[in-house]
């Protein structure tokens, strides 16, 4: 029996975060119960997943109580209402729901997260919003990447970039990677013609791979200069859309003295976020019109386009343009499950989601709070490739005994560790050390390892069973 | 409106103007130079005619916008009205015209006096003279509403109309607890003033008129001499310093006084205001040193002019008519830009400035790509749609109402930049302007019609514009305005 079974986990609002946390929550073997106002969504949900759902107010006290919150490991709140959320999961909490988790999206609300957290007794507040924001960020602080996450409260960074044509590494295998071009970074994955590999030391890096690097957060731009990419200071981005992503990133970039254009339809949209950020440059028209009347001198001096607006297809196709028109970096927002996805393959378009960020973020909570009474509680937990790769981060807890696991002290060399994990990074004393042969994993690191199986929750899980 | 209750609301301004005029019967009474029995006799008048205008029944009605627009201009009329009789029955003025132009020049802090020889007014008068641009300075209106026992519900609208800048705000929720509030920082820094004249050796008489001016950023000097007398670098310091401070925001003082003082450096308006100050005072000093024999001179000069100006007192201790064109020019400018907004200083108001600067930049941007979306903002806030325009028609009656004035007076045969001076002195609440009616001279060159006009044109100036038009509109006038 898996240690998920005895995990009850309470999900208020099906929407579409609801949906898909439900669907991957009740994949991994929680029991979870949904919470809907709405028939139509509740019988939706119990038709597709195998978990049970109630119809009715997830702020109310009866059907709180007749959804056993009472007795839920983990509530979860993630109505369109931030007052909602709040209101649900105060009520929760007072029912006994031992961690209580609330979705809030109103910027006025999420910068006083620490005051719920501390006064109210909720366990996690989450803004989708505002973490989409910040992983755009990261790419454009390292616009060669296509995806940047960072662990372990910044100490390490992944990277994820496509090898184009002119990069000194083509040709050349692992072991060349670290040896003969020094590099301090370690590839933890290949994407080769669609198909994730874990790589070995003998793996030959070809044209058009996608590599997955991970390294402290520092070294990425020294590696970039060694494998021969120039990486380019992004001075000036054109923004579509004035939704709530587009805000926070906006006032980000704008903080950074970047240049930001941003463009929007709705008049008074527009106005709002001028208003909202100063020294944002706000354009009333419409993206792709605006586009077209640009100078090829401003399309030139433009280097980067983000596509924020609701609509998944305008995005997309805002995004293509701009690739046409040679922008060096772009990056479009799309629904999780969308199919469109897809089309981002073979492109320089890099496509974040909303819904991808609030679920890693409670998948990896709930992994912990399964893990919890662990020496090596999982810390946190990334997902790459649609959820086809997973980094975990594991936390070694100080008093954790060598006699019972026997992966302590020992050389990474000497441990026999199964082909489709790798130990992608450990943070020791706030440092991040890349792991190679003579490294030890030493009570109280962080560990980070790099699958393509889904199903661990302890580090011991990695390496082979021992022959007794 | 209903009439009995704008006459009963005027009849707690009259009752509490005879109770501001008795710190002058008490001045009399100790210098006992003969004007106690006009003044006493006014003040009995005033508050007989103010208690029964207050005992008029009044039906409980909603006061609107217009109606605390109208109250507003009327208590401003008939105060002045009201406060010249002492003067006139002093004999010193040749006509009542000139004393109701005395009056309200005091009352709204202009400065500008028909008088060649003020100190020829009997103490009580004199000081009669100097409190009324105390009282007016902060407004009289929002005195009465401090004191009289009138229902405060709408009383936003009488404040609204009387405190100067394009938005006015309350400190607090009670009107009546903000009012006090700001008489309270009012009558410290006066207080602060008058003591450290005092220090300076000014005579107490003078001192208590001149801190009065200097509060009210009035400008009325007790004696023809002015600050000749005292020839004291030390006193014309603390009027410069004090000037520049009524000039300044009293939500300022606010703030600092309920300990947000960050907030109270975040108001942009006073950066400017203290920017116009240091650029002017810079290069007039420049400007006039090779006249003088040192900079330090020259620094007392161009600070206290600009100071003096720029906050629309009107002070002068120097002739400055005789200095180089541009400090002139520079001065010129400086009576238009005017103090801060919810300052005791008149003027077009520092925040109106740069509004429209602001503003013109925006447009600006709007024009060279009309999809642009500009924001103006002030203190880091966005400036709405509404104030901004009602900004921008504000300047541009006001630019009017100075063309079509001096228009009006040049009928009076005098040059034009006395004329323009003249308007723009009264109308910014100044005091001195340029050429014949230079610091050194005074408003007796223009006939009766034209002081009368000037007066209403200060009027104008000190309630900004539209309640002294809110009158004559035909609106105020509807059937059921009648008994």
Known sequence: MNKEDHVKVCIVGAGKVGKSLAAQLSDSGYKVTVIDTSLEQVNNISNSYDVICYQGNGASTEVLEDAGVASAEIFIAVTGSDELNILSCLTAHELGAKSTIARIRNAEYSVQSDFYTERFGLTLIFNPDYNA?????????????????LFAHGKCQLVEMKV????????????????KHNIDLLICAIVRKGQIMIPTAQDVIQLGDVLCLTGSPASFNDAFLKMNIKTKRIKSVMIAGASRIARYLASALVKEHVKVTLIERDHTKAVKIADEVPGLSVMCSDAMSYFE???????????????????????????????????????????????????????????????????DMIMSYAKSVVAAEDYDAIRALYRLMNGKLEFIEFKLSLDIDP???????????????????????????RASIMPRGNDEILPGDYVIVCTVSKSILQLKDIFEEKKA | MNKRKIIRTLGYIILTLGFLMIPSLIVSAIYQDGDSFEIGSTIAGTLVLGFLMSRVKAPEMKMRSRDGYTIVALAWLIIC???????YLSGVFESY??????????????GASVLSNPEYLPHGVGFWRCFSHWVGGMGVLVFVMMVAPMNNENSMHLVKAEVPGPTAGKLVPRMKETSMINYGIYAFLTLMC?????????????????????????????????????????????????????????????????????????????????GFIAFSTITIMANIMHTLPSAGQAFRYSFFQVASIITTTGFAT???????????????????????????????KVCRVVMVVKSFFTELKHIMDPRHISIVRLDGKKVEKETLIATRVYVCTYFLIICIVTLLISLNNQDFTTNLTAVLSCFNNIGPGFSAIGPMSNFSVYDDWVQLLLSLTMLTGRLEIFPMFMIFSRSSHEKRLSL
């Not at chain 1, 020992?410 to 004393?429: H, Q, S, T, V, Y």
């Not at chain 2, 015209?97 to 202009?110: D, Q, Y």
């Open chain 2, 97 to 110: 015209i000139g004393a109701f132009f005395e009056m309200v020049s005091g009352f709204t802090t202009t």
């Open chain 1, 164 to 179: 184009e044509e002119g990069n000194s590494l083509i040709g050349s295998n692992l072991i060349d990677f670290s040896q």
């Open chain 1, 133 to 149: 924001a910040s992983e755009i960020m990261r790419l454009m602080h390292l616009p060669i990447a296509t995806k940047v996450e």
């Open chain 2, 194 to 274: 008058f003591i450290l004249l005092l220090i300076g050796k000014v005579p107490v008489y003078d001192a208590l008129c001149l801190s009065f001016g200097t509060a009210g950023t009035g400008g009325f000097s007790p004696s023809s001499v002015g600050f000749a007398a005292y020839n004291s670098y030390y006193v014309e310091m603390v009027v410069s310093v004090f000037m520049i401070l009524f000039g300044v925001n009293f939500n300022v003082y606010f703030l600092i006084l309920i300990k947000k003082v960050k907030d109270a450096f975040r108001i942009e308006e006073v950066w400017w205001y203290f």
């Open chain 1, 403 to 429: 006699a019972v696991e026997t992966y302590i002290n020992k050389p990474i060399r000497n441990l026999k560790i199964k082909p489709e994990f790798l130990i992608a990074g450990i943070i020791r004393d």
């Open chain 2, 81 to 87: 009205l009201i406060g010249a009789i002492p003067m």
């Open chain 1, 293 to 359: 009347s640009m100078s090829d001198s401003d399309v030139k001096n433009t280097d980067a386009l983000i596509t924020l607006t609701n609509n998944d297809e305008y995005n997309l196709i805002c995004g293509m343009l701009g690739e046409r028109k040679n922008i060096y970096r772009i990056v479009t927002k799309l629904n999780a499950d969308s199919t469109l996805n897809e089309m981002c393959h073979n492109t320089r378009i890099s496509s974040v989601s909303k819904e991808d960020c609030a679920a």
């Open chain 2, 318 to 348: 120097v002739d400055f008519n005789q200095w180089p064109e541009y400090s002139k020019h520079v001065l010129i400018l400086l009576m238009i830009v005017g103090a801060c907004s919810g300052s005791t200083g008149g003027g077009m």
